[in-house]
């Protein structure tokens, strides 16, 4: 059974490839869902995948990129939501501009 995981990511994570380093992780692990970046300076992600993914996913995230810096990670879980399909990984725009 599917779950969904929201992660917000703090740290230096805007401007240095976090969103496409998240949307690379999430596509080899075969997870739906975004990312974005947050106007407070974070990012935001939602994915929807099996368990087993999605904590190796949030292990990614705390790693991020080269150039980033993870302060931390804020992990939200619950079922995943019936008639809700993310049938691929998205990268949103969001409220910074830079990456």
Do not use: K
């Given at each position: 059974m599917d779950e969904?995981?929201?992660?917000?990511?703090?740290?230096?994570v805007q401007?240095?490839?976090?969103r496409y380093f998240a949307h690379?992780?999430?596509?080899?692990?075969?997870?739906?869902g975004w990312v974005a970046n947050e106007s407070d300076g974070s990012v935001r992600c939602l994915a929807v995948g099996d368990r087993i993914s999605l904590e190796t996913f949030a292990?990614?995230?705390?790693a991020g990129p080269p150039a980033a810096?993870?302060?931390?990670v804020d992990l939200s879980w619950r079922p995943a939501?019936?008639?809700?399909?993310?049938?691929?990984?998205?990268?949103?725009?969001?409220?910074?501009r830079g990456d």
């Amino acid at each position: 059974m599917d779950e969904t995981l929201e992660a917000v990511v703090r740290g230096r994570v805007q401007g240095v490839g976090f969103r496409y380093f998240a949307h690379r992780e999430a596509m080899a692990l075969g997870l739906g869902g975004w990312v974005a970046n947050e106007s407070d300076g974070s990012v935001r992600c939602l994915a929807v995948g099996d368990r087993i993914s999605l904590e190796t996913f949030a292990q990614r995230l705390r790693a991020g990129p080269p150039a980033a810096i993870v302060e931390r990670v804020d992990l939200s879980w619950r079922p995943a939501a019936s008639g809700v399909s993310y049938p691929s990984f998205s990268i949103r725009s969001g409220a910074h501009r830079g990456d």
